[in-house]
DNA sequence: ATCTATTTGTACGTATGTATT
DNA sequence: AAATACATACGTACAAATAGA
């Protein structure tokens, strides 16, 4: 381990940092140059408190930086301690959700991501993927196949059509890619879909959504990229034009990061 | 402030959390109902010791996690105490960049979004850009307008000229796609830029580079939006085709956020 | 199933540091 | 300069969890 007046991994942040922050940089640059992967272990308190010279509490409270970073688990016990961890995709999700929480991100500024990302999503998919995947998306498609009966059952389809992005998104090669569409999904199924509930039932935009993922799973399983993108795009310009007349907000809470 | 009890804004961590964690979304779920702002006081560690009915260090850590996501500012001194803050840019973009420091992500990855990204938001900026904003981005231009000499000099005029990115991204009125295109270029600035340096110097490239960039400009001063969409595409087309012949690899480290 | 060893988790008292008035 | 109001750090004692004998 480094001695602890390594303070930062980039000189960037001239801030005279806490003495647990320290700390916490000091042990993220140590996983860094030491090479350490998910699941090494890290020296438990006691080591850490001798080599840095801190007291326990101090210690603790750096462990509990990295912790609410995502980037070490612990443990109790024989055999205990904390471990490398890799940042949890949930967890990222929610990391980021508090950045835009102070801001006010419109339904507009989110659909404006999706309208160019999911189709490319989707041409990279064509012709990719598992059976099995194929199969999920299906099963996905599944749960919304019946019209809604009421603005509750609509609202539960709304959600579960997001799951059906997400799903892809998890198919993703390209992990930015990926990352970026399951957290606008996210989203988009924290709003407060329909606030005002518009009454009007609108069969048709909720058959031209399924009808699109129908078609999309088609265009997937036989490799027809440009079709898939197509289709997509469709899809989402479709999703817009319903989302925008809604006039959802977005609920403004903090995301939940295992 | 609401009871320990309150464990999450969601319960779909249904993991035990840590007491200090608790303490931690407790607060988070307080500063969410209590509809605080950025520079609202939270109660003094004296307060949170009676009303969670903890001892000080499992009060302390719980402000430590809040600390890290960037959700409070805390200072010492009278008038002092823990104080509800906005997540900042960098810490965002460092807190995400943990995120892919254990995916490996590719310079392709991060083009294939920019080809996408960066021409939307140069067809969204033209016409909205103030005198001065115009100018930071020409005062930028001016930083790489001579031919680089050597390979160092290459590698900070590469840099600088993400710069620019940047600079634009922070002018985006969809704050979603401004955070993404900074983040992304964040991330490649942070490449070991030429690992292995090229020698064969490519004043093409480099003149390409730039002109687009004026040209660009030009658009933007003009409110040409498709112009300034097709000349930032094509300036992404080539700044791909000159990332990936470096064959550049995504440098593992931790970013700094403040 | 019980004990035991290991390691983190919690509690609390005291002293020090820091910024405001 | 001094008093005040806060967080920061330290050290110790004990509690809880978990793996293995």
Chains 1, 2 share one sequence.
Do not use: C
């Not at 942040?13 to 090479?35: D, G, T």
């Not at 809604?148 to 992005?165: G, N, V, Y």
């Not at 925008?244 to 295992?258: D, H, T």
């Amino acid at each position: 381990m480094p001695p602890a007046t390594t303070r930062s991994t980039r000189d960037a942040a001239p801030q005279r940092l806490s003495r647990p922050a320290q700390v916490a940089e000091a042990i993220k640059s140590w996983v860094v140059e030491a090479n350490m992967k998910p699941g090494d272990r890290l020296p438990n308190e006691l080591e850490m408190i001798e080599r840095f010279g801190m007291a326990k509490g101090t210690i603790r409270e750096a462990m509990r930086i990295l912790e609410a970073q995502g980037l070490v688990k612990t443990r109790t016990g024989p055999g205990g301690g904390s471990f490398v961890h890799e940042v949890s995709e949930a967890r990222a999700r929610a990391l980021l959700g508090n950045y835009f929480y102070f801001k006010d991100l419109t339904v507009t500024d989110i659909y404006q991501l999706r309208l160019v990302l999911e189709p490319e999503l989707a041409a990279d998919l064509a012709g990719q993927l598992s059976a099995d995947q194929l199969a999920a998306l299906e099963a996905n498609v599944a749960r919304y196949v019946t019209p809604p009966k009421d603005a509750e059952e609509e609202r539960q389809q709304h959600i579960a059509s997001l799951d059906f992005h997400k799903l892809l998104a998890s198919y993703a090669g390209n992990e930015l890619l990926g990352f970026l569409i399951g957290f606008m999904a996210q989203m988009l199924s924290d709003l407060t879909v329909m606030r005002r509930l518009y009454e009007p039932r609108n069969y048709e935009l909720w058959k031209m959504g399924t009808d699109h993922q129908i078609e999309l799973i088609t265009a997937l399983r036989l490799g027809d990229g440009p079709r898939a993108r197509a289709i997509m795009r469709e899809h989402m310009e479709a999703a817009q034009a319903f989302m925008v007349r809604q006039e959802a907000e977005m609920e403004r809470r903090f995301l939940a990061g295992r």
